[in-house]
């Protein structure tokens, strides 16, 4: 079992940057045989893949995203950030943290979902 906290997201101006965290506790990612994915969800829409990293730190994005936003990991703080550049209203969602066996694309194939955090980006 893992339980994952995010934080960080907040209200942030149009090109701004936020960092979101997401902690495990339980179990520590190294030791997890899962990735460790971000996904978001606006209202009135599915949730969506962002990013994910694999245990040997391969990292996928989706196009939305991709030269935005990074994600790493600090394993001597079992810790996963996903740093936000150049901020677009349209990434104004709940983020989520999940792990999964491989880089899951759909929600369906996540394993653990943390609580989410919210990112709200104005205009």
């Known amino acids: 079992q893992v339980q994952l906290v995010e934080s960080g997201g907040g209200l942030v101006q149009a090109g701004g940057s936020l960092r979101l965290s997401c902690a495990a506790s339980g179990r520590t990612f190294s030791a997890l045989a899962y990735a460790v994915v971000w996904f978001r969800q606006a209202p009135g829409k599915e949730r969506e893949f962002v990013v994910g990293i694999t245990r040997s730190d391969y990292t996928y994005y989706a196009v939305s995203v991709k030269g935005r936003f990074t994600i790493s990991r600090d394993n001597a703080k079992n810790t996963v950030y996903l740093q936000m550049n150049s901020l677009k209203p349209e990434d104004t969602a709940m983020y989520y943290c999940?792990?999964?066996?491989?880089?899951?694309?759909?929600?369906?194939?996540?394993?653990?979902w943390g609580q989410g955090t919210q990112v709200t980006v104005s205009s």
């Open positions: 999940a792990v999964s066996r491989s880089v899951a694309r759909t929600p369906g194939a996540v394993d653990y």
